[in-house]
């Protein structure tokens, strides 16, 4: 029963609920003992196409895929959800934005390079990231998200697959 209500049945990620009460947990954690941290937000770049091209069942496994993908490349300490549809959210435990870059920097390569086969169709993947680190301004969880939020669509508006980050202060 735990199972099912925290984990999303497509991935097996966290859902968005887990996500969000693990993170206010940590953030809260962080805010006490000035701890650090990097939220990661993820969208999928014209994923609708490969639905519209191939059918929703092709859309799942490229989801699936994306999923083993993050979960292959980052940590076992790195937490990682589905926040719905194309959209992931990473959190990265005691990381502030410069190595946080880096770890962008890996996510981008590694997902946009390659080249990928799913029932029968290749695919390069494409993605954006929008980066934001736990920081003194940063009062709540969701000054923390907004700002991965605002990053991401940044990322998106340059087309390509890429990272951005939120304004640091
Ligand atoms: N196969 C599949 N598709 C899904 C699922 N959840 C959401 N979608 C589809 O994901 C698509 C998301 O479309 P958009 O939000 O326009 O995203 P996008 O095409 O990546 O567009 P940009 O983000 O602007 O590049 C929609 O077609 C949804 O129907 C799912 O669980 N499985």
Same mark, same amino acid.
């Given at each position: 029963?735990?199972?099912?209500?925290?984990?999303?049945?497509?991935?097996?990620l966290?859902?968005?609920?887990?996500?969000?009460?693990?993170?206010?947990?940590?953030?809260?954690?962080?805010?006490r003992?000035?701890?650090?941290?990097?939220?990661?937000?993820?969208? =999928?770049? #014209?994923?609708?196409?490969i639905? /519209?091209?191939? !059918?929703?069942?092709? %859309? &799942?496994?490229?989801?699936? *895929? +994306?999923?083993?993908? =993050?979960? #292959?490349?980052?940590?076992?300490? /790195?937490?990682? !959800?589905?926040w719905? %549809? &194309?959209?992931?959210?990473? *959190? +990265?435990?005691?990381?502030?934005?410069?190595?946080?870059?880096?770890v962008?920097?890996?996510?981008?390569?590694?997902?946009?390079?390659?080249?990928?086969? +799913?029932?029968?169709?290749?695919?390069?993947?494409?993605?954006?990231?929008?980066?934001?680190?736990?920081?003194?301004?940063?009062?709540?969880?969701?000054?923390?998200?907004?700002?991965?939020?605002?990053?991401?669509?940044?990322?998106?508006?340059?087309?390509?697959?890429?990272?951005?980050?939120?304004?640091?202060?």
């Amino acid at each position: 029963m735990t199972h099912l209500a925290e984990y999303d049945a497509l991935t097996g990620l966290l859902n968005r609920r887990a996500f969000l009460q693990k993170l206010d947990v940590y953030f809260k954690y962080a805010k006490r003992y000035d701890k650090q941290g990097t939220l990661i937000f993820i969208d =999928l770049n #014209k994923f609708k196409l490969i639905n /519209d091209a191939y !059918g929703h069942s092709t %859309g &799942d496994a490229y989801l699936k *895929f +994306i999923a083993e993908h =993050l979960v #292959k490349t980052l940590r076992a300490t /790195d937490m990682i !959800g589905r926040w719905g %549809g &194309d959209e992931f959210i990473v *959190f +990265i435990h005691e990381i502030n934005a410069v190595p946080a870059q880096k770890v962008a920097t890996k996510l981008v390569n590694s997902f946009c390079s390659s080249e990928i086969r +799913i029932q029968g169709h290749t695919f390069t993947p494409s993605a954006s990231f929008g980066l934001s680190s736990i920081e003194k301004h940063i009062q709540d969880v969701g000054q923390l998200i907004h700002g991965a939020d605002v990053a991401m669509y940044t990322a998106k508006t340059a087309g390509t697959c890429g990272w951005e980050e939120a304004a640091r202060k």
